[in-house]
């Protein structure tokens, strides 16, 4: 399975850019890069997944080096609700190889 | 769409007991997924089916644990015998295959947080 690796923890202020980095360096070419973030005491949820170019959506964007090695989850304006472990897995869009496999994630703790 | 519906929210059991954990999935999603979430181990992906059938159980830590769909809208999870060191909690996931304009993202249960005494 191709693997991730993300810091363990990060601190951010409210209302400050916030970027997760995330290394892939075994990356396949069929792979998609998602991001999930579970906030506490729920299950994760989808936050924005990309293959080479750059990506916006409301909640966030997805910054994609050009060799696809790593990437770096923005979020623009970091809130409180935003505290939550941030997930960068990798999933085929084969299909071929859907065994999605969640590492440890980063732990955003946002300060006020 | 209700999303993904797991049942029961929470279990308290005593070991050795049968416990079975239930997951609808959303309608028309061809993917099925089980996880496991600990502190120690975090999130754990258990087994997952592609059109109601199993692709990748080598998750499953052992014989006591076995999952089944029986169709598109129902799967289960059973453990039995149940033991302490089972006490977690288990997450159903559904998803489409990424095809054209679909993002394949997972859509995930609120849960079942397993106590097992």
């Known amino acids: 399975d191709a693997k991730t690796t993300q810091p363990n923890s990060m601190e951010s202020n409210e209302e400050e850019p916030v970027h997760l980095p995330c290394n892939h360096s075994t990356i396949s070419g069929t792979d998609y890069i998602h991001w999930y973030r579970q906030l506490p005491s729920q299950g994760p949820e989808y936050v924005i997944h990309?293959?080479?170019s750059n990506v916006n959506n409301r909640m966030a964007s997805l910054a994609i080096a050009e060799d696809r090695k790593s990437s770096t989850l923005i979020l623009h304006r970091a809130t409180l609700r935003d505290a939550a472990v941030y997930y960068c897995i990798l999933r085929d869009y084969t299909g071929a190889n859907s065994k999605l496999t969640f590492g440890k994630g980063i732990t955003l703790s946002v300060r006020p | 769409d209700a999303g993904v519906i797991q049942s029961p929210r929470h279990e308290v059991t005593e070991m050795g007991q049968e416990v079975t954990l239930r997951c609808k999935p959303i309608s028309g999603h061809d993917y099925l997924f089980w996880y496991r979430q600990t502190m120690m181990r975090g999130l754990e992906l258990l087994i997952y089916?592609?059109?109601?059938?199993?692709?990748?159980d080598s998750g499953m830590p052992e014989d006591r644990f076995s999952a089944k769909m029986p169709n598109a809208s129902f799967s289960t999870l059973k453990i039995q015998p149940s033991e302490p060191r089972d006490s977690a909690v288990y997450f159903c996931?559904?998803?489409?295959?990424?095809?054209?304009?679909?993002?394949?993202?997972?859509?995930f249960g609120e849960g079942s947080r397993l106590t097992v005494l």
């Open positions: 990309g293959l080479t």
């Open positions: 996931a559904s998803s489409l295959l990424l095809a054209g304009g679909l993002t394949g993202e997972l859509f």
């Open positions: 089916f592609n059109n109601n059938v199993p692709i990748d």
